[in-house]
């Protein structure tokens, strides 16, 4: 074995440490179990990418930014190897996968669903903490955490003596009574790395784009971005009042951010389904609907994760599938 062979196994046992089963893979194993018969078209309840549909189209203006990024000619020859520095952005981060590389611990926060999935920040947290990370708004639990919370994660950080890494992609995607605090205004306490997505933000997840951006794709666009929040909103009650119709199906506190509901799912009201994986792999089958197992997808055994971010009126026929799927299999009182 050469040492190149040796380096390969060192990094694929380092990758095998962390998450064993990527979401994308659950997903295709999902699909594979669609029923070939049933005439109805596939509601995908699970889909991050609500680009397909017209209510979610990106501003012209960042569309009209891009169009005159290219036509300046500016950005046609190679940039350079670090990237033009007016479009130097983190990209989407694997942070355990880096970690692993690393020979870095993780560490998984307990979230508490009754607190509004808040960081039990003391838990895990010690003299060997390098870094904290913090996602708000919340993806796949759609929280949106208060000041007093966040700056309770700064304050603890400032006793560790470490900087917080802030992932705030779905920053502008909030529709909650609870405002975006950004993990930022606490900079005087502790050192903040904030990071955030132009394709969660513009609606636009193919623009992983690493140069040749022109700088007013990220201006406010407040009617763009009201716009969004506004159907949002409609889309997270919709899905809400269709969830509440569904007996094994409960929510731990209300939904403010993100593009996605995490509800509980209660497998002893079921008469043939044991975990969460099975309710969604014969829910696929029989109702063409395809929901998240989270389980299997994030680690919380018999929780299932639900987009919004859809037409409505798919929506609204999804949880409708949902609930006739549930009644075929509720035990019999």
């Known amino acids: ?8 196994e060192v990094w694929n046992k380092r ?11 659950i997903i295709h194993r999902l699909i594979r179990n669609l029923s070939t018969d049933d005439p109805r078209p596939i509601i995908p309840l699970d889909s991050g990418d ?32 670090t990237s033009v ?11 355990e996968s880096r970690a692993a590389y690393e020979n870095l611990q993780v560490r998984h926060f307990d979230l508490l669903p009754n607190k509004g999935w808040e960081v039990d920040v ?25 000041y007093d919370h966040l700056k309770l994660v700064a304050e603890t ?5 470490i900087p917080v890494i802030a992932d705030e992609v779905y920053s502008h995607l909030t529709f909650g009574s609870t405002p975006f605090v950004p ?17 969660k933000r513009w609606v636009v997840p193919s623009w992983r784009l690493d140069s040749g951006v022109n700088y007013r794709v990220l201006q406010l666009n407040h009617r763009c971005r009201n716009l969004r929040s506004g159907t949002l909103k409609e889309a997270v009650e919709k899905c809400v009042d269709g969830i509440k119709d569904v007996p094994c199906l409960t929510f731990p506190s209300k939904q403010e951010g993100s593009m996605f509901v995490l509800v509980k799912l209660n497998v002893s009201l079921l008469e043939d389904i044991g975990d969460d994986l099975e309710f969604c792999m014969k829910l ?50």
């Open 85 to 95: 520095p007016s479009a130097r952005r983190p990209c989407f981060t694997f942070y």
């Open 122 to 146: 003391e838990a895990l947290a010690d003299g060997n903490t390098f870094t904290m990370v913090i996602i708000n708004p919340g993806n796949p639990c759609g929280s949106v955490y208060s």
């Open 183 to 199: 993990m930022g205004v606490f900079g005087s306490i502790v050192p903040v790395l904030s990071l955030g997505s132009i394709s």
């Open 50 to 81: 609500p680009s397909q549909f017209p209510c979610f189209r990106t501003s012209t203006t960042a569309e009209e930014a891009i169009v005159e990024a290219l036509r300046s000619t500016k950005h046609n020859g190679y940039a350079p190897a």
């Open 157 to 161: 950080a400032r006793k560790l003596g």
């Open 15 to 25: 990758l095998n440490s962390t998450s064993a089963i990527s979401l994308r893979g």
């Open 1 to 8: 074995m050469t040492g190149y062979d040796v380096c390969i």
């Open 284 to 333: 696929a089958k029989e109702e063409k609907v395809i929901i998240v197992p989270v389980g299997m997808a994030f680690g919380m055994k018999n929780w299932v994760r639900i987009t919004f971010a859809y037409e409505i009126s798919a929506v609204e026929e999804g949880l409708r599938r949902i609930k006739d799927f549930y009644q075929r299999h509720a035990k019999k009182q």
